[in-house]
Structure formats: C-alpha cells, structure tokens
C-alpha cells in the first residue's frame, strides 16, 4: 500500500537556494517522519512530527503538517552541495499488534555548487 | 550512536540459490525490519520483527523468510532466489515493543543481483 507520495519526484537547486519538498498521504496518521538517503547508502531519520503537531524546526530544517489536507512540507533552508540526496516522508500505519511505516518513492534533490 | 550492520555491501549469487543477507543491530532495539529498494518503487516492507522468534508478514513477503534467534541478529532468507528479486536489501531497527512513532535506523544495505 502507497502511503506518502513526495513532489516533486526531482528538483534542482543552487547552492544557497531553499529546497521545498512535498509528502501527501491517504489515510489517518499518528505521526510522519522524514528521511534523506545519500547515493549508495541506507536512509537516516531527519525529524518526526506527531499529528497534533503543525510545525517542527531542526536545524536547516523545518517541517509543516496539514492534517485537514493530509500533507506535509520538508523545507531545507540555505541549502549546501552535501544536501544532495534522495528524500523520503514515511507515515505510519497501523497492523494487527504493531505498526510500520509506509514510505513514498522520494523526492531526488541535487544542490549545485 | 545507533548501528546497523548488513554482513555485505554487493552480493552476487546464481538463480535457484538459497541466500541469506544478516544484518545486526548494537542498541538494544526490540523491532527489526527487512525492506527491499527498487527504482520507482521506493521502499517495500518484506518482513519485520518486534521480538525475538517474532515475525511479521510485511508487504511482499513471497520467496522470502526471516529468522530472528537473538535480539540483536535478523536474517532474510531467499529460499530459491530468483531473477526477480535482485534489488537493493535494507535493514533497518527501532525502539519500542510495537514501533510507532519511533524513528528507524537503517543499515547501508546489500546490493544483490541474482543472475
């Protein structure tokens, strides 16, 4: 099942510039997390943001939540070359004695020097 | 610092094989997860466990099988593998007895082709 969908699926940037990322969901949410992938690597856990939350900050970072639009924003601010990477939301979905989480196909975003 | 270790980086084995990926977590979690990664598709959930001896079916679990003897090993296991199931294989783990709401940690996966 396809949970989080990112757009754009690629976006290219300059050094300096913002990065604005968009995740749209399906179905009721407890929280959605954000990873980044670097080329060849396995993912990394960037922020969490619970659905009673609508913005949470981390650095460069800020992510917003719409509950009412089933949709979330990851914005990179100031973004630098070793921002490269594939991003990805992930929502949680609720199975019979536990949880997963679903992940969309990604946003590919390249920061030129 | 979590770690996840996956036993090899790129693995190549031959069609009808039967092939086992490990991976090992250092922090103690209680949930373990296998995901495979293919162009396109994002990532898919084979199977994951939230406690030793335990599994769960994930999302594509056909042709694979896990086994989970101690808390810190999870290994998938191709039973015949086949040209179909060359992929990038991830493993990744997390706190907690049910997961939620937990961030995950991922190894840097296997790279596999099955010729």
């Known amino acids: 099942s396809q949970q989080g969908e990112e757009d754009p699926q690629a976006l290219s940037i300059q050094e300096g510039e913002n990065a604005t990322m968009n995740c749209s969901y399906k179905t009721s949410i407890n929280n959605l997390q954000w990873y980044r992938q670097n080329s060849g690597r396995g993912l990394v856990h960037l922020i969490l943001i619970r659905s009673n939350e609508r913005e949470k900050h981390s650095g460069r970072l800020r992510v917003t939540l719409d509950t009412s639009k089933k949709s979330s924003s990851l914005l990179i601010t100031a973004s630098r070359a070793a921002d490269t990477a594939s991003y990805f939301c992930?929502?949680?979905?609720?199975?019979?004695?536990?949880?997963?989480?679903?992940f969309g196909s990604g946003t590919r975003l390249l920061v030129r020097p | 610092d979590v770690k996840v270790t996956q036993s090899s980086r790129y693995l190549v084995k031959r069609t009808g094989e039967k092939v086992f990926l490990e991976c090992v977590q250092d922090m103690d979690h209680e949930n373990m997860f296998w995901y495979r990664q293919d162009p396109g598709l994002g990532l898919r959930l084979i199977y994951f466990s939230y406690d030793v001896k335990m599994k769960e079916k994930g999302d594509i679990p056909e042709g694979y099988s896990v086994s989970r003897e101690k808390k810190e090993r999870f290994s998938l296991i191709l039973e015949s593998a086949s040209t179909n199931q060359t992929s990038m294989y991830l493993c990744?783990?997390?706190?907690?007895?049910?997961?939620?709401?937990?961030?995950?940690?991922f190894g840097d996966g296997t790279r596999l082709s099955i010729l």
């Open positions: 992930a929502t949680d979905e609720r199975m019979d004695s536990s949880y997963k989480l679903i």
């Open positions: 990744a783990s997390s706190l907690s007895g049910r997961g939620d709401n937990q961030p995950q940690h």
